[in-house]
């Protein structure tokens, strides 16, 4: 089984400050993908980063960066020079290679404060 | 790229009325696609997967007499909520995802289904 762990339901930031949503979670699996998406207002669901368990190197896509810890099965994100159109609610997934299906987190609420 | 387009947006109707949804990948082949639940401030919930030309796979506790899937080409799938009753009001987002099992999935914009 798989289980996608956000503790943090609610979180604030500065605008151009960095913050860092947290992601653990659990499987039986060796490979797998994890992903954060983003779901703002419009609740359009939108792929925000993607790292593969089996490549150590911490994905990096423009202000977004994640800390892949596979050995603690931990999966923060990174916004940096926080804008305010990042406000939304963000999602941590994980599809393990054996099947379709992806585990979402609960989500967290990230509001950016001008 | 990796577009894809579901409509309508938003519905609203009777109660007993069946609804269709439907899904499309624009420019790519969706093998999979994946019809999701969201209640306000929850996660997705998933529903059911199909696969283009077979018959969908349900999660458990979801009626398939009651939301009928059709996944009849590779760029479109459809949801059918059958004489839906305002327990069914909710937001359905489906996904799509083309080629390698380890891809991301592709969202559409999502319904809101509001029940009267």
């Known amino acids: 089984a798989q289980t996608v762990t956000q503790s943090q339901p609610e979180m604030s930031v500065q605008e151009a400050e960095t913050v860092t949503l947290s992601c653990t979670y659990d499987?039986?699996?060796?490979?797998?993908?994890l992903f954060w998406y983003k779901q703002p207002p419009s609740r359009q669901m939108i792929l925000v980063i993607r790292q593969e368990a089996y490549k150590q190197q911490n994905a990096t896509e423009n202000r977004f960066s994640v800390n892949f810890q596979k050995a603690a099965k931990s999966f923060s994100l990174k916004i940096s020079d926080s804008q305010l159109g990042d406000t939304a609610m963000y999602f941590c997934a994980i599809q393990p290679n054996t099947g379709n299906q992806f585990y979402f987190g609960t989500g967290t609420s990230l509001t950016v404060i001008p | 790229g990796a577009v894809v387009s579901q409509h309508p947006s938003w519905v609203i109707c009777k109660s007993g009325t069946s609804v269709k949804i439907e899904c499309r990948s624009l420019?790519?082949?969706?093998?999979?696609m994946f019809w999701y639940r969201q209640f306000p401030k929850q996660s997705l919930m998933l529903m059911a997967t199909?696969?283009?030309?077979?018959?969908?796979?349900?999660e458990q506790g979801v009626e398939k007499d009651k939301f009928l899937i059709n996944h009849a080409s590779l760029t479109l799938s459809t949801l059918t909520v059958t004489s839906a009753h305002p327990e069914d009001s909710s937001f359905y987002i489906c996904?799509?995802?083309?080629?390698?099992?380890?891809?991301?999935?592709?969202f559409g914009d999502g319904t809101r289904l509001s029940i009267l």
């Open positions: 420019d790519f082949q969706a093998t999979t």
């Open positions: 199909s696969n283009e030309g077979s018959k969908a796979t349900y």
């Open positions: 996904s799509a995802r083309g080629g390698a099992k380890l891809q991301p999935q592709h």
């Open positions: 499987t039986s699996e060796n490979n797998y993908y």
